[in-house]
């Protein structure tokens, strides 16, 4: 948490109103008196608490609020959640008749200053380039060739190995996995997001059959929350579009998301369930290079982390990532019964207490 500074207030602002600003006192909405300045550092300040500015600007006596959201749970944890809740804030209060008048919405930088952010339209993420390959492109060419050569088994196993590395970090805030919990059935990205993105369709599901994967997932989330024990450092989108490779098994990761801390079983499925994807387009189940591919990078996860427990974990992580690849959004050219067999699968491995790797076949039926 910054330092608050008066004297960064009053700085923010003169910039906000183009004029001298003179700080007669700062308190605490709810009035304990004013704050206790030392050296102009608001002493025992904590986000969360509205603070009352009275200033004189023109003459004019004014007074504000400046409030921040308290850190904590009920989704509050990161303050990425608490900027969203501001900047909405911001862009709504105005709209509303006899609602209090927002002013402005910013933030306080690392270094006590405070940004504002009033003339926000949209955030932007400026990153590196990076050169090479998307691994999707390996999968497009086995699938054209239907073989496999040992530089691809390398590669399964080289990502099998990063992401066992990067599940070795386990997590403190152990709250954070029955977050990441709620978010996958709740969040507008995961199940329930995309089974609201259905349109139910005769040929390859019903409505019926939505229903009852939200109701079974329900039940994973419950089965899953007293596993705070597995918050594991994760990527959260681990996908063949997300990672380039460089050179043979050099590779870079992109677009990490929903949170630093969470399941690993989330990772694992976005990886795997593309092998099982991509077989059943060109065999109808898994079958040759791509059983190949499959076997090697769960096994060699396995061996890596010794996390037998993924196997009784993971169920509902790959019902969320069978319903992005079954989705008509992202794949509109698939046949109904290539659909029809992830849904298949979906149903089946959300019935199961240990996913068998194995015998993933017998869950496409
Ligand atoms: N920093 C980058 N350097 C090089 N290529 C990039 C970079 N960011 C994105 N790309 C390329 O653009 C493609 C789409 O970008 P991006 O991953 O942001 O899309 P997306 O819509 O976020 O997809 P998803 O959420 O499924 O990952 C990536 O697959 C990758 O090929
Ligand atoms: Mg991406």
Not at 287 to 313: C, H, M, N, Q
């Amino acid at each position: 948490m910054v330092e608050v500074k008066a004297e960064e207030i009053k700085k923010y602002l003169e910039e906000l109103y183009r004029e001298k600003i003179t700080l007669i006192e700062i308190s605490r909405v709810g009035g304990e008196g004013k704050v206790k300045l030392e050296e102009g550092e608001i002493k025992g300040y904590g986000y969360g608490e509205p603070l009352l500015i009275r200033f004189s600007v023109k003459g004019q006596v004014k007074k504000l609020v400046l409030t921040t959201v308290r850190p904590g749970g009920f989704g509050h944890e990161h303050f990425s959640d608490r900027a969203q809740m501001l900047l909405w804030a911001h862009s709504a209060y105005n709209s509303l008749p006899r609602h209090v008048r927002s002013l402005d919405v910013g933030c306080f930088n690392t270094d006590s200053t405070l940004t504002s952010l009033g003339k926000m339209e949209e955030a932007f993420l400026l990153t590196e380039y990076v050169e090479g390959e998307e691994y999707y492109r390996d999968l497009e060419r086995i699938k054209r060739e239907r073989r496999i050569m040992e530089l691809d088994l390398d590669r399964a196993k080289a990502l099998a190995r990063y992401i066992a590395d990067v599940h070795s970090v386990k997590g403190r805030e152990k709250n954070l996995y029955v977050r990441r919990l709620r978010e996958l059935l709740g969040h507008g990205e995961a199940i329930m997001g995309l089974l609201d993105s259905y349109r139910p369709d005769p040929s390859y599901v019903t409505t019926d059959e939505l229903v009852k994967i939200e109701k079974k997932c329900v039940d994973w989330r419950w089965r899953l929350k007293g596993k705070k024990h597995r918050l594991s450092r994760v990527h959260g989108d681990f996908h063949p579009w997300n990672v380039k490779f460089k050179g043979e098994l050099d590779f870079v990761v992109l677009d990490r998301s929903r949170g630093e801390w969470g399941e690993p079983a989330d990772d694992v499925t976005a990886m795997s369930i593309n092998y099982l994807f991509y077989s059943i387009q060109e065999f109808g189940e898994l079958r040759g290079p791509f059983k190949a591919l499959w076997t090697i990078f769960i096994e060699t996860y396995l061996e890596e982390t010794g996390d037998s427990e993924v196997l009784r974990v993971m169920q509902p992580f790959y019902a969320w990532r069978g319903l992005v690849i079954a989705n008509p959004i992202w794949y509109p050219t698939l046949k109904p019964s290539v659909r029809r067999k992830i849904f298949n699968f979906i149903f089946n491995v959300l019935g199961e207490e240990e996913f068998n790797y194995k015998e993933v076949n017998n869950y496409l039926k």
